[in-house]
Antibody, heavy 122, light 112 residues
Framework: QVQLQEAGPGLVKPSQTLSLTCAVSGGSVSTGGYSWSWIRQHPGKGQEWIGDMYYSGTTYYNPSLKSRVTISIDTSKNEFSLKLSSVTAADAAVYYC??????????????WGQGTLVTVSS | QSVLTQPPSVSGAPGQRVIISCTGSSSNIGAGYDVHWYQQLPETAPKLLIYGNNNRPSGVPDRFSGSKSGTSASLAITGLQAEDEADYYCQSYDSSLSGSVVFGGGTKVTVL
């Protein structure tokens, strides 16, 4: 079964770029029918979708974050990445990667990685 | 403020039935987009519980069921067990937000 594992710095300075990767095992990022997603959860709050990328290169981003987000896929490493620029304290959260399945009436996320906590502080 | 509204908490005794509501609007649930539910046990990642309004992934007990009507959806847990104590989130798609995925704020289920 597919498993996902996030990796990256747990501490980012304000105004810098947050960079995370998600290693995929038990499956391939180039598998058709799925996209690869990032979702975050602020402390004590619900989830916030950040965006998705298909192997084809098509991306979808949350409109509220779109100007600062880049998601990319590295097929040679079977992983995908998130870059969020110009971070502020409001970007501190647990960041999850997930595989998403999209169809005509929406999309769902399964499985999810274990999550990685990102703190923003100088 | 989440686009989808859930009660902050519900509780029930072991064996009882609890229902969690998820209220949306005409641009998401009411527009015909499906609702999906996730269970998040303490200190763990969310896990898909229900997809496509009322479908259970393999391995999810049949005491969990979902439904959708109009601009709302519900998750029912029958025969509540201690291991069901967790946070539950609904999720859908919203056409008014440039095609954005939206989540509910979450409901904490407490087993008394």
């Amino acid at each position: 079964q597919v498993q996902l594992q996030e990796a990256g710095p747990g501490l980012v300075k304000p105004s810098q770029t947050l960079s995370l990767t998600c290693a995929v095992s038990g499956g391939s990022v180039s598998t058709g029918g799925y996209s690869w997603s990032w979702i975050r959860q602020h402390p004590g709050k619900g989830q916030e979708w950040i965006g998705d990328m298909y192997y084809s290169g098509t991306t979808y981003y949350n409109p509220s974050l779109k100007s600062r987000v880049t998601i990319s896929i590295d097929t040679s490493k079977n992983e995908f990445s998130l870059k969020l620029s110009s971070v502020t304290a409001a970007d501190a959260a647990v960041y999850y990667c997930a595989r998403s399945r999209e169809y005509s009436q929406g999309k769902w996320f399964d499985p999810w990685g274990q999550g990685t906590l990102v703190t923003v502080s100088s | 403020q989440s686009v989808l509204t859930q009660p902050p908490s519900v509780s029930g005794a072991p064996g009882q039935r609890v229902i969690i509501s998820c209220t949306g609007s005409s641009s998401n649930i009411g527009a015909g987009y499906d609702v999906h539910w996730y269970q998040q046990l303490p200190e763990t990642a969310p896990k898909l519980l229900i997809y496509g309004n009322n479908n259970r992934p393999s391995g999810v007990p049949d005491r969990f069921s979902g439904s959708k009507s109009g601009t709302s959806a519900s998750l029912a847990i029958t025969g509540l067990q201690a291991e069901d104590e967790a946070d539950y989130y609904c999720q859908s798609y919203d056409s008014s937000l440039s095609g954005s995925v939206v989540f509910g704020g979450g409901t904490k289920v407490t087993v008394l």
